[in-house]
């Protein structure tokens, strides 16, 4: 080690050399990463702060926190299934202790109004309330599910969950604040009616 010391080979550096933007955007990382549900790369990232010497008391304490409270390894596994397409087998008992079973072939995790749900296509469509067209789409909250069993299966991995056009009219000031969204296929004023704005957007579930 000396020689390789000698030689510039291995260098020692001290471990405060990184910039509070720098660290600000990696604790950033790691809330977005883990509001979109990607557990495993927001606990990365949070590792390698928590061997930082720049990070801060506070900063610190608050990922400490989310390191203690990190979802249940299911959560990982499902996280993993989704990133490899493999479809799975779903298997949980909710509040009212009905099992539920899901064969599921396409899933994301995504956020509805702060909560993380599992939004998922699958085989099963009963109990399902939503429209013929998207009753093998289901979307399940996760923080609702205490234990689970996921176990792959064959088959293949679907691109998307299902989608049906809607058609809504926005009226006076709504139609004036409407920001457009990424799913929307048109977004225009109607001539023939005065302040009236004609939004057609693809959506997988009514909810």
């Known amino acids: 080690m000396v020689e390789a010391i000698a030689r510039r080979k291995f260098l020692i550096a001290p471990n405060n050399d990184w910039t509070q933007p720098r660290v600000k955007a990696l604790v950033k990382a790691v809330r977005a990463l883990s509001d979109a549900g990607h557990m495993e790369d927001a606990q990365i990232i949070a590792n390698l702060l928590l061997e930082r010497s720049e990070l801060s008391s506070l900063l610190r304490k608050e990922i400490e926190q989310f390191q203690k409270n990190l979802p249940p390894a299911w959560h990982l596994e499902i996280e993993g299934y989704i990133r490899c397409q493999q479809p799975f087998q779903l298997s949980y008992q909710d509040a009212a202790e009905r099992l539920w079973s899901f064969t599921v ?12 749900y599992l939004d998922c296509w699958c085989e099963q469509t009963t109990g399902n ?7 093998h789409n289901w979307s399940l909250r996760l923080d609702r599910i205490t234990d689970a069993t996921i176990s792959p299966i064959s088959g293949h991995w679907l691109s998307k969950l299902d989608e049906i056009l809607v058609e809504m ?14 799913e929307d296929v048109k977004n225009e004023w109607l001539p023939d009616r005065e302040r009236v704005r004609r939004v057609v957007r693809r959506v997988s579930s009514t909810f």
């Open 169 to 182: 009219h926005l009226l006076h000031g709504l139609a004036f604040a409407y920001q457009a969204k990424p």
């Open 129 to 135: 309330q939503d429209v013929e067209e998207l009753q």
């Open 105 to 116: 072939r396409f899933a994301q995790m995504t956020p509805h109004e702060e909560r993380k």
